[in-house]
């Protein structure tokens, strides 16, 4: 998983959330995208590792937001 796209699904899932005014959608791709990204990390350069791991604990953060405001 390249940086790259993890910054376009962190950028819609917060386009889901917010503008959409979808939290489940954005939830759902959030969570399909990190754990995506979980599974080729082993494939990335050390620069594009430490990007795509940044871009993952937003993510993951969004994800825990999103999940504790639907409370």
Request: charged residues 25%; without cysteine; glycine residues 2%.
């Amino acid at each position: 998983t390249h940086p790259l796209r993890l910054g376009l699904a962190l950028n819609f899932s917060v386009f889901y959330s917010d503008i959409m005014n979808s939290p489940d959608r954005a939830i759902q791709l959030a969570k399909q995208s990190f754990d995506d990204a979980i599974e080729d990390l082993d494939a990335l350069s050390e620069d594009n590792y430490r990007d795509a791991t940044l871009i993952m604990q937003m993510l993951r953060d969004n994800v825990t937001l999103w999940l504790s405001s639907a409370e």
